[in-house]
């Protein structure tokens, strides 16, 4: 399973960095995606990486001010956010590939990834 921790609450234009743990599953050979589902709105993807860290992808949302990473050592992946907005709250949730060593890694759908953990709530107050 992953865990998504890091979450909480802050200012517009604040940071947070956000961690994915995995227990029971070695990252190294899964590409890894960033979801997060607003009140009362769909999941939509944030991010993903590769499994060997060259891909990486963002939503427009994001791109610029969010960056994805992966410390293979540590079997965790970050997710860097700086410059938060109001419209970036949310419950963010962490899942990997269900396929091994994928050259890129599959977004913005969430079709075709497993093992989510529980999220990680981040709210951005203006």
């Known amino acids: 399973q992953l865990q998504a921790s890091g979450g909480g609450l802050v200012q517009a234009g604040g940071s947070l960095r956000l961690s994915c743990v995995a227990s029971?599953?070695?990252?190294?050979?899964?590409?890894i995606g960033w979801f997060r589902q607003a009140p009362g709105k769909e999941r939509e993807g944030v991010s993903c990486?590769?499994?060997?860290?060259?891909?990486?992808y963002y939503s427009d949302s994001v791109k610029g001010r969010f960056t994805i990473s992966r410390d293979n050592a540590k079997n965790t992946v970050y997710l860097q956010m700086n410059e938060l907005q109001p419209e970036d709250t949310g419950v963010y949730y962490c899942?990997?590939?269900?396929?091994?060593?994928?050259?890129?890694?599959?977004?913005?759908?969430?079709?075709?990834?497993?093992?989510w953990g529980q999220g990680t709530l981040v709210t951005v107050s203006s």
């Open positions: 899942a990997s590939d269900m396929a091994r060593m994928r050259i890129g890694c599959l977004f913005p759908a969430a079709a075709g990834y497993d093992h």
């Open positions: 029971g599953l070695t990252l190294d050979y899964y590409a």
């Open positions: 990486i590769s499994a060997s860290g060259g891909s990486t």
